[in-house]
T-cell receptor
Framework: NAGVTQTPKFQVLKTGQSMTLQCAQD?????MSWYRQDPGMGLRLIHY???????DQGEVPNGYNVSRSTTEDFPLRLLSAAPSQTSVYFC?????????????FGPGTRLTVL | QQPVQSPQAVILREGEDAVINCSSS?????VHWYRQKHGEAPVFLMI?????EQKGHDKISASFNEKKQQSSLYLTASQLSYSGTYFC????????????FGTGTRLKVLA
């Protein structure tokens, strides 16, 4: 199993550009989520999904869109990048259904917006 | 609302013990604990559900006090590998998968 994979690992954007951060898992997990982590800060939930076709907003959803068309993939779209979106983005997944399931994180994408 | 962790940072010598607290202003359903090393992804340590249970993982254990809306992580006989930032992730409602993470505690273990 590859676990949770994220691409790209690094990305530099100019203000106003759009892009999609990719996240995939091969563990047949129902639950997936996106977090951002700013320097010296904790993780903040952007969007999450409890199954294919079901998504919901987290703490900081503005400026981001998600969709979940398959169990495996959960892409995060930045609509019009802003410097405030410079951060490290982590995707995570959990089997779901049982409250004690382990949550696994991907390696992260470091995004810089100029 | 983000749970508050204390202390913000702690320095230990190998073999010493430490306690990290995670306090919430809202009633908790579950608490996750993670360790993150610099430049890496968070790694899951353990989860506790409401009910005041205590769990253990090698020399790391945790408790959950539902009435106090607080969880504590206990690190005993610390090792160099324990260094990193510890985060609690809280879930306020069962089954939502909506985790709110704490402010983090930086722990450094010295030889």
């Amino acid at each position: 199993n590859a676990g949770v994979t994220q691409t790209p690992k690094f990305q530099v954007l100019k203000t106003g550009q759009s892009m999609t951060l990719q996240c995939a898992q091969d563990m047949n997990h129902e639950y997936m989520s996106w977090y951002r982590q700013d320097p010296g800060m904790g993780l903040r939930l952007i969007h999450y999904s409890v199954g294919a076709g079901i998504t919901d907003q987290g703490e900081v959803p503005n400026g981001y869109n998600v969709s979940r068309s398959t169990t495996e993939d959960f892409p995060l779209r930045l609509l019009s990048a802003a410097p405030s979106q410079t951060s490290v983005y982590f995707c995570a997944s959990r089997l779901g259904g049982t409250p004690t399931d382990t949550q696994y994180f991907g390696p992260g994408t470091r995004l810089t917006v100029l | 609302q983000q749970p508050v962790q204390s202390p913000q940072a702690v320095i230990l010598r190998e073999g010493e013990d430490a306690v990290i607290n995670c306090s919430s202003s809202k009633a908790l359903y579950s608490v996750h604990w993670y360790r993150q090393k610099h430049g890496e992804a968070p790694v899951f340590l353990m989860i506790l559900l409401k009910g005041g249970e205590q769990k253990g993982h090698d020399k790391i254990s945790a408790s959950f006090n539902e009435k106090k809306q607080q969880s504590s992580l206990y690190l005993t006989a610390s090792q160099l590998s324990y260094s990193g930032t510890y985060f609690c992730g809280t879930e306020y409602t069962s089954g939502t998968y909506k985790y709110i993470f704490g402010t983090g505690t930086r722990l450094k273990v010295l030889a």
